[in-house]
């Protein structure tokens, strides 16, 4: 891991604030040792929505094009270490805790939006820029994407997506023709269930569990 990710200041300062109280600075030692664990970092692919992982969870993937710094207020800031951040805690929480995509994804942006924070960066201002170089599924610039790169939080994420829009739709009473409402929207809530269930080893050692307790 490079040693240019980590905060030249945080490990040296002294906190004027116990440790367990909320802290920039201890954010920013976090952040630190988060990034030193990354066993593997890649630059050289093109990444849907900015970021991703390998299915062995050892890679951290960041686009290609994404600019490593943007200015904040005549500040150089470097978005790599959010960015890590973000894809490590959703992984560990999909893959440790059987969290679907879309759950790991709400907590990992909070914890974004803390590091963020914590460094003294406008959120608003920091995903304003990130936004600009997001690549979404079918986008002609995903020309070069890692073989070993985790699809199921793309796929998750648009099942959900198209799940919901098809419920909407039924509400509104646009339904086909020859078709009940009733039956659909039961189908469509049975089938969004079951997309939830995220397949990670943890969700399958806890459905083995609940089986043997039977």
């Keep these: ?51 991703g992982y390998s299915e062995d969870g050892k890679t951290i993937y960041i686009d290609r094009h994404m600019p490593q710094f943007f200015k904040f207020r005549g500040r150089k800031v470097d978005t790599d270490r959010f960015l890590i951040l973000h894809e490590e805690v959703e992984k560990t929480l999909i893959d440790q805790l059987g969290l679907h995509y879309l759950h790991a994804h709400q907590i990992a942006t909070r914890a974004e939006q803390a590091a963020v924070r914590a460094a003294g960066v406008n959120w608003h201002d920091y995903d304003r820029f990130m936004q600009k170089y997001v690549k979404r599924i079918g986008d002609e610039r995903l020309s070069k994407v890692p073989d070993d790169l985790d699809t199921k939080p793309y796929r998750d994420e648009h099942d959900d ?54």
Aim: aromatic letters at 6%; one cysteine or more; glycine letters at 2%.
């Design 161 to 214: 997506d198209l799940l919901r829009r098809m419920l909407a739709s039924i509400d509104k009473g646009e339904i086909p023709k020859g078709f009940r409402g009733a039956q659909l929207r039961d189908a469509a809530h049975e089938i969004r269930q079951y997309v939830r269930r995220h397949d990670t080893p943890a969700a399958r050692r806890a459905t083995a569990i609940k089986r043997a307790m039977k």
């Design 1 to 51: 891991m490079p040693l240019d990710f980590c905060h030249p200041t945080a490990p040296h300062a002294k906190l004027k604030l116990p440790e367990w109280y909320v802290s920039n600075l201890m954010m920013d030692r976090a952040l630190d040792a988060i990034c030193r664990r990354v066993k593997k970092f890649d630059r050289k692919h093109d990444i849907p929505y900015l970021a």
